[in-house]
């Protein structure tokens, strides 16, 4: 399942969708939140007042779907959840949750790690980052399209 919303999610909600697997004997989940400091092009960080994140409706989905049809392709899983949000996020607002459930756990592990790192550097979202001196699009990092070399 994946969905793109406003609203936030809950964590025991997610969890328990995903435990509804009979056969599961593993979950793992994963939930990002919005950085109270970040450094934006090596410059000195600066407190966030607002992250705000754009995306493509149909477009974002659709991609996150394909990365989380990629992870059931590659593991043997029973299932995953995928959340994202947009809109306006404050420092500390829950931001993504990934869950991925499995027989075993090695399955599950994997596949939320691919998950997640396709989607920090793969999925179509925009982020605009507002302090108290500037507003900035956040730049992709290096090191998350590192992280798709693992993979």
Request: with cysteine.
């Amino acid at each position: 399942m994946v969905i793109v919303q406003t609203e936030d999610f809950n964590i025991q909600t997610e969890y328990d969708a995903l435990r509804s697997k009979t056969d599961g004997g593993a979950i793992v989940t994963f939930t990002g939140l919005v950085r109270e400091l970040y450094d934006l092009a090596g410059t000195n960080s600066e407190a966030v007042q607002s992250l705000y994140l754009e995306h493509y409706p149909g477009m974002t989905e659709k991609c996150l779907q394909d990365i989380a049809d990629q992870a059931a392709n590659r593991w043997n899983i029973l299932g995953s959840r995928v959340i994202h949000r947009v809109g306006e996020l404050k420092a500390g607002d829950q931001i993504v949750f990934v869950g991925a459930v499995s027989a075993h756990r090695a399955d599950a592990f994997a596949a939320a790690q691919f998950i997640m790192d396709y989607l920090k550097s793969q999925a179509p979202f925009w982020k605009k980052q507002t302090t108290s001196t500037s507003t900035d699009w956040v730049e992709s990092k290096q090191s998350d399209t590192e992280s798709l070399k693992r993979w």
